[in-house]
């Protein structure tokens, strides 16, 4: 079975870290690209980053930006997030997601979407 | 950054109900449109992706239509399990962007 299993979440103080991990199985992972989408409590989804299928290009929201990193590690067949400068306002259950190429582009841009999601791990910034 | 806005924010419906959800976006994302379904405590499910192509899995009551810069979700009579928060989002450009979501419920 195709599976996204998310770990890393906790509580922690504003200004500290926390890695998050995607761990992959099921499919080919070198083959795809993947993201991380959060939701606030009672808030709707916000997509936070995302690496390409190579893992040379990645992509942030600005509010993340600068202080996120994504990354990965293909002979774990893992994906992670490291969270720096936290704020309250990060506060979330954190999805990972993989990513299904559904056209290329002009410019070899690649359209694609989220079609297989984590269970979520949460995060609680708070003193 | 390209705003995506649902509408409505919630309905009410009866099962056997159809039902339609509209997303329009601040600019023009071609056919790049996704559809999500989540239940309460649970992780987003994709439904629809090219604005109108079903996830392998999903039942053909849910459809999906639209390009450029309105699109729409129908879900065709409605089940107790079709009860839940429909996402829809832009892949058409980074930052990928979410609607705010529609909540179905139950009448």
């Known amino acids: 079975d195709v599976q996204l299993v998310e770990s890393g979440g906790a509580l922690v103080q504003p200004g500290g870290s926390v890695r998050l991990s995607c761990a992959a199985s099921?499919?080919?992972?070198?083959?795809?690209?993947y993201s991380w989408v959060r939701q606030a409590p009672g808030k709707g989804l916000e997509w936070v980053s995302g690496?390409?299928?190579?893992?040379?290009?990645?992509f942030y929201a600005d509010s993340v930006k600068g202080r996120f990193t994504i990354s990965r590690d293909i002979s774990k067949n893992m994906v992670f997030l490291q969270m720096d400068s936290l704020r309250a306002g990060d506060t979330a259950i954190y999805y990972c997601?993989?990513?299904?190429?559904?056209?290329?582009?002009?410019?070899?841009?690649?359209?694609?979407?989220?079609?297989?999601w984590g269970i979520g791990t949460t995060v609680t910034v708070s003193s | 950054e390209i705003q995506m806005t649902q509408s409505p924010s919630s309905v009410s419906a009866s099962v056997g109900d159809t039902v339609t959800i509209t997303c329009r976006a601040s600019?023009?994302?071609?056919?790049?449109l996704a559809w999500f379904q989540q239940k309460p405590g649970k992780a987003p499910k994709s439904l629809i992706y090219?604005?109108?192509n079903l996830q392998s899995g999903v039942p053909s009551k849910f459809s999906g239509s639209g390009s450029g810069t309105e699109f729409t979700l129908t879900i065709s009579s409605l089940q107790p399990e079709d009860f839940a928060t429909y996402h829809c989002q832009q892949y058409y450009s980074y930052p990928w962007t979410f609607g705010q979501g529609t909540r179905v419920e139950v009448k």
């Open positions: 690496i390409s299928v190579s893992g040379g290009n990645k």
């Open positions: 099921g499919f080919t992972f070198t083959s795809y690209g």
């Open positions: 090219g604005g109108s």
């Open positions: 600019q023009d994302i071609n056919k790049y």
């Open positions: 997601a993989k990513e299904e190429v559904t056209e290329v582009g002009a410019f070899n841009y690649y359209y694609k979407y989220m079609d297989v």
